[in-house]
């Protein structure tokens, strides 16, 4: 069964960028079949998909969001990394990693990071 | 606001039967599968219905999932109070090059 896990700063200051990796296990993320996802929720609401990526590092990104988004893959440590530019207060967020089977849903899901964005 | 709708709140007595309604658009539900996820108070989201109406395994047969054009519903039967949660669907968007939206969340509360 694969695991995620998130990991990363839990404080950004504005204007700087947001990076969270999200760790593997229990299954190798180059095995093929897999899209690698990060999803969002601001403390309150809705969940807000950021994008996914495949093992090959085909990447699918929330228009909204695109222009400051990177997410990128390292299959030799079977993690795959967010990227978020820019940030403003309204980046506060829980993130979640998840994986997608053949782009079909999402799971599981990771734990789930804070993020605060606050100077 | 949420690409899909749902409400914001429902309710129910155990042992009822309850539904969550989920609203989209053409580009969407109308054309794509949905999906529902349950969110438990302070943990991460869990599929809960795959492809319209399927279960993956572990999911109780209390749980149903159904699709008519640009509309979903997830139906809970034999209402418990372990399910008092959040539920939120979700589905493929073919606009902009393609992404996925969700709903905003209907909050469950067991009377």
């Known amino acids: 069964q694969v695991q995620l896990q998130e990991s990363g700063p839990g404080l950004v200051k504005p204007s700087q960028t947001l990076s969270l990796t999200c760790t593997v296990s229990g299954g190798s993320i180059s095995s093929g079949g897999y899209y690698w996802s990060w999803i969002r929720q601001h403390p309150g609401k809705g969940l807000e998909w950021i994008g996914y990526i495949y093992y090959s590092g085909s990447t699918y990104y929330n228009p909204s969001l695109k222009s400051r988004v990177t997410i990128s893959v390292d299959t030799s440590k079977n993690q795959f990394s967010l990227k978020l530019s820019s940030v403003t207060a309204a980046d506060t967020a829980v993130y979640y990693c998840?994986?997608?089977?053949?782009?079909?849903?999402?799971?599981?899901w990771g734990q789930g990071t804070l993020v605060t964005v606050s100077s | 606001q949420s690409v899909l709708t749902q409400p914001p709140s429902a309710s129910g007595t155990p042992g009822q039967r309850v539904t969550i309604s989920c609203s989209g658009s053409s580009s969407n539900i109308g054309s794509n599968y949905v999906y529902w996820y349950q969110q438990l108070p302070g943990t991460a989201p869990k599929l809960l219905i795959y492809r319209n109406n399927q279960r993956p395994s572990g999911v109780p047969d209390r749980f149903s999932g159904s699709k008519s054009g640009t509309s979903a519903s997830l139906a809970i039967s034999g209402l418990r109070s372990e399910d008092e949660a959040d539920y939120y669907c979700?589905?493929?968007?073919?606009?902009?090059?393609?992404?996925?939206?969700f709903g905003g969340g209907t909050k469950l509360t067991v009377l």
């Open positions: 998840a994986s997608s089977p053949s782009a079909e849903g999402f799971d599981p």
């Open positions: 979700a589905a493929w968007d073919d606009s902009l090059s393609g992404h996925w939206v």
